[in-house]
């Protein structure tokens, strides 16, 4: 069974780089099958993709976030990361780790999400 | 991109069908059978109910459906249950943005 685990800090100063990490288990980051994925969920809020990677490197992202977005892969550690700078209020949300199936183009296994605020 | 249109809220009985709808364009919904939908209770992440439109991952209660019509996707539940108090979100693959996948605003269910 394939579990996801988001890890990082749950409080971030405004203007800081918020960053988090994605721990894999039970599967291999280096499967070509999947992507590696961060959404993110303000409170109260809907879902809003941020972007994904695959094991290879290549990345995606949400043209709305892309001038402050990293995300990174390690396979060496089975995990992916994600780095957004400048952070403000805005950014205060819900941040998720998912698997994306790309055949079928669904996130099929979740991390339970780790909320991180934006706060001085 | 713009998220794909579902209402903010449905509410049914105990017993009744409900049907939650998700519209987008040709680009994202009407152009592809990557219609999938998460169901997401208080403090949880979100749960995978239907994929490729119609398909349900194991361990999914029979009491969840999808369909699509054109530019509209729809989730059927039948039968309905306290536990499927909820939110529900569609996504779809989309080919209008480089990010290729999109979310939609996501529906309220109130179990009566």
């Known amino acids: 069974q394939v579990q996801l685990q988001e890890s990082g800090p749950g409080l971030v100063k405004p203007s800081q780089t918020l960053s988090l990490t994605c721990t894999v288990s039970g599967g291999s980051i280096s499967s070509g099958d999947y992507y590696w994925s961060w959404i993110r969920q303000p409170p109260g809020k809907g879902l809003e993709w941020i972007g994904y990677i695959y094991y290879s490197g290549s990345t995606y992202y949400n043209p709305s976030l892309k001038s402050r977005v990293t995300i990174s892969v390690d396979t060496s550690k089975n995990q992916f990361s994600l780095k957004l700078s400048s952070v403000t209020a805005a950014d205060t949300a819900v941040y998720y780790c998912?698997?994306?199936?790309?055949?079928?183009?669904?996130?099929?296994?979740w991390g339970q999400g780790t909320l991180v605020t934006v706060s001085s | 991109q713009s998220a794909l249109t579902q209402p903010a809220s449905v509410s049914g009985s105990p017993g009744q069908s409900i049907t939650i709808s998700c519209t987008g364009t040709?680009?994202?919904?009407?152009?592809?059978?990557?219609v999938s939908w998460y169901q997401q209770h208080p403090g949880k992440a979100p749960k995978l109910m239907i994929y490729e439109v119609s398909n349900r991952p194991s361990g999914v209660s029979n009491r969840f459906s999808g369909s699509k019509s054109g530019n509209t996707a729809s989730l059927t539940i039948s039968g309905l249950q306290a536990e499927d108090e909820a939110d529900y979100y569609c996504s779809s693959y989309t080919s209008s943005s480089t990010l290729g996948y999109v979310f939609g605003t996501g529906t309220k269910v109130t179990v009566l």
């Open positions: 040709s680009s994202d919904v009407g152009g592809y059978n990557y």
């Open positions: 998912a698997r994306v199936s790309i055949a079928a183009a669904v996130l099929d296994y």
